[in-house]
DNA sequence: ATATACTGTGTATGCAATATACTGTTTATA
DNA sequence: TATAAACAGTATATTGCATACACAGTATAT
C-alpha cells in the first residue's frame, strides 16, 4: 500500500489526476479548478495566451489573484491544466469493423480541429510524453486504432508520435490560416502571404536553390490554386504516412 | 526599385536578413547582433531559456540592459535569432549519387542533434512558415533531398512538412531521455521513467483499454530493452515516413 | 468548546521588459 | 573646420507580473 509514487509526481500532474486531497475543514469553496481552467481558456481563446495571467484569470471571474493560488499552485501548473482540458477531445466511440486507416485519419482530423478551435495550444511547449488524464486519453484512442494490427508495443508508439506530431504540425499551421483570414485577409491569400513578396526577393536561386522555385510559385507560402486546396496537400502527408505503414503491414506478411 | 516588402516584415526577421541599416555616423558599436544572440543561447544551454534575461544576457557580456536594445528591439526578437542561430545546422554537402532515403535520413538525424545540443529549442513555439534565413536554409536541404524525385511542389512541401515535424517530436524526446540521464537516472532508466510507477496505477485498464498494456510492459516509457532500443524505436517511424514515400512514387509510375 | 485547517483578501517583494531622458562620441555636411 | 545630426551606452522610472506572507473570518474534527 505504497503511495510514494503519488509524491513524485510534479503538482501540476497530480492535480490534473484529481489526486490532492479534498480539504475537510475551513469555509466552502467559491470555485473550483475547472472553473479557473476553463476561464483561463476563455482568455486565451479570445485575446492569445499572452493575456493569461493570474491576475487576469481570477478577476474575470470576480475574485482576488491570490485566490487561485489556494486551488492551483503556480502559473505553470494552470497552463499544463488548461494543456490537458484541450486533450478532452470528442472522438466518436470506435466501431467494430472500422479500417485503421479511417481510425488514425479520424485521430489527425479531430486533433487539428482542437488546435484550430483553441489557437494558443501550439504556443505551449511539449515538455515531455504525455502523462496527464485526457492527454493519455488521446494516446489511448490513438492506440485504439490500431487495436487489430500485428504490430509491437514499441511500433505502435512509434507510429503514435508519428501521427501526433504530423497533427501538431498541421494544426499550427491551419491555425496560423485561420488567423490570417480572420484577420481580414482576402479570401484565398494566406498564411505566409503578407511575407510571400519579401521572401521572393530574399529567397535567391544562388543560396536557395531547391527553395527558390517553390517561393516563386507560390507553393511555399501555401497561396490556393484550383488543383491545390490547403486542405488536400495536409491530406496528402497524411496519406503518406499511412501508405507507410501498409507498406510495412504488407511486407510482414 | 520598391521596397515596401522591407518595412511589412517583423522587425526580428528583418533583423535575421541582415536588413536593418548599419548606423553611419555616432560612436563605435562594442557589440554585435551575433555575440548577443551567442551569449544568450550559451546561458540556455546551460541554465534553460527561462534563465535568458535582457538583464542576464547584458550581464554576461558586461554591458547594461538596456544597451542589448541598441541591437535587437524586443526579447521576443532575441529569441527569434536564437531559434535561426540553432538553424545553422552543418549539413554535408549533397554528394551527386545519393540516395534520397539516405538524404532524408541525414536531415531527421542532424536536425533532432541540434535539439538535443540546445535542449530549450524545443521550449521556443513554432509560430508559422519558416522564413528566417537559417531556417530556410534546412527547408532548402530538406527539399534538396528530393530534388531528382517526380514530386510537385505541394507534395514536396508537404513531405518536408511531414519530416520536420516527426524530427521535432524526436527531438524532444531524445532530449528529454538525455537530461533524465544527466540528472543521474540509471543508464537504462529513461524519460517519463520517474512516472512510470504513478502511472502503472493510474492508467487503468478500463479507462484506459489501449494504453494500459504499453504502460504495463514498460513500452510507454521508454525502457530499453534488448530488442529495443530508443534509437532503433525513433528510426522505425522515419521508416516508415520513407516508405509512405516510396510506395506513393512507385504508385506513380 | 475549541483547536485546527481551511477560505479569500490585502500587502509586499522582486524580477522582468521596456520607455525615456541623459551624457558623451562620431561623422556628414554646411 | 565648425556644428548639427545620429548614434553609443547608461541611469532611472514605469508597469505588469508571479508569488510569498500575514491576516480575519469560517467550517469541522475531536
Not at 82 to 109: I, K, N, S
Not at 163 to 185: F, K, L, N, P, T
Request: charged share 25%; aromatic share 8%; glycine share 8%.
Amino acid at each position: 500500500m505504497d503511495r510514494d509514487w503519488e509524491e513524485r509526481l510534479p503538482r501540476g500532474v497530480a492535480l490534473s489526476w484529481g489526486l490532492v486531497k479534498q480539504p475537510q475543514r475551513g469555509p466552502k469553496r467559491e470555485m473550483s479548478i475547472e472553473q479557473i481552467v476553463d476561464a483561463a481558456i476563455a482568455i486565451a481563446d479570445q485575446e492569445g495566451i499572452a493575456a493569461v495571467s493570474m491576475n487576469r484569470v481570477a478577476a474575470s471571474l470576480g475574485f482576488t489573484t491570490m485566490s487561485l493560488y489556494r486551488y492551483i499552485p503556480s502559473k505553470d501548473d494552470l497552463l499544463l491544466l488548461m494543456q490537458d482540458a484541450v486533450c478532452d477531445m470528442p472522438f466518436a466511440p470506435v466501431t467494430e469493423g472500422r479500417h485503421w486507416r479511417d481510425g488514425l485519419r479520424e485521430y489527425v482530423r479531430i486533433s487539428v480541429g482542437a488546435m484550430v478551435k483553441h489557437a494558443w495550444y501550439g504556443d505551449l511547449p511539449i515538455s515531455g510524453v504525455p502523462i496527464t488524464p485526457n492527454n493519455l486519453q488521446v494516446v489511448d484512442y490513438a492506440l485504439g486504432t490500431m487495436r487489430e494490427l500485428p504490430l509491437n508495443d514499441y511500433e505502435k508508439m512509434s507510429l503514435v508520435l508519428l501521427a501526433s506530431s504530423y497533427a501538431r504540425s498541421v494544426g499550427i499551421i491551419q491555425r496560423d490560416i485561420e488567423r490570417a483570414i480572420r484577420a481580414g485577409a482576402s479570401p484565398g491569400a494566406f498564411s505566409g502571404m503578407d511575407y510571400t513578396e519579401a521572401l521572393r526577393h530574399l529567397v535567391t536561386e544562388e543560396r536557395y536553390p531547391n527553395l527558390h522555385p517553390l517561393v516563386m510559385s507560390g507553393a511555399y507560402t501555401e497561396e490556393n490554386t484550383e488543383e491545390n486546396t490547403v486542405g488536400n496537400d495536409f491530406d496528402f502527408g497524411l496519406e503518406r504516412i499511412l501508405d507507410g505503414i501498409e507498406f510495412y503491414l504488407n511486407a510482414k506478411k
